[in-house]
């Protein structure tokens, strides 16, 4: 108890003070301030707003979103696959991308054969895409697609694919 004195309690006390002043400052900032982003991991019913020049407009496509925080990987799929095939083949995951400010942004590579309605995928030329889509109510999603070797933006609406329309489709196969 020697070394116990005045100048040591008070020196400890200011400490744990400033410590806990610290903590009380950064949670608040955090709760107001940090905001984590929207859950989006899901499966889009994708409907392009016009038609894309030399394709045959395919009957469906589903764009199928995977997410880790901000950052996404993506894949288009055809309306008539099975899920458990699709998520399983790493070929798939052809879109990476970033959300920012409620407006995703992907970029990658997509096979023709799925947005031309191609049954042979092996003569199907493979598209370098951008994806710029805003976040709208419901969950929904409105954007523009870019292609290489087109000068046009297309248009679309996402609209996420239901739990009844995914039993019905595993239903069908």
Known sequence: M?????????????AIGAVLL????VSAYGETNLKAPPAINNRYRLT????????????????????????????????NTNAEIATSNP??????GILRNKELSLSGKIDRSLL?????????????????MQLVEQGNFTGQLTLSGSTRNFRFTAVPQKAQEK???????
């Open 91 to 96: 070929k798939n995951d052809s879109l990476s």
């Open 2 to 14: 020697n070394h116990l004195n005045l100048k040591s309690l008070a020196f400890y006390g200011i």
């Open 167 to 173: 039993s019905q489709q595993l239903k069908k196969h």
């Open 22 to 25: 610290l903590f009380k400052t």
């Open 116 to 132: 031309c309605n191609i049954a042979s995928t092996q003569n199907a030329p493979v598209h370098l895409a951008t994806m710029q």
């Open 48 to 79: 392009l707003a016009e038609d894309i020049p030399n394709c045959e407009k395919p009957d469906a496509l589903i764009l199928n979103i995977q997410q880790s925080g901000i950052y996404f990987n993506a894949s288009f799929l055809p309306a």
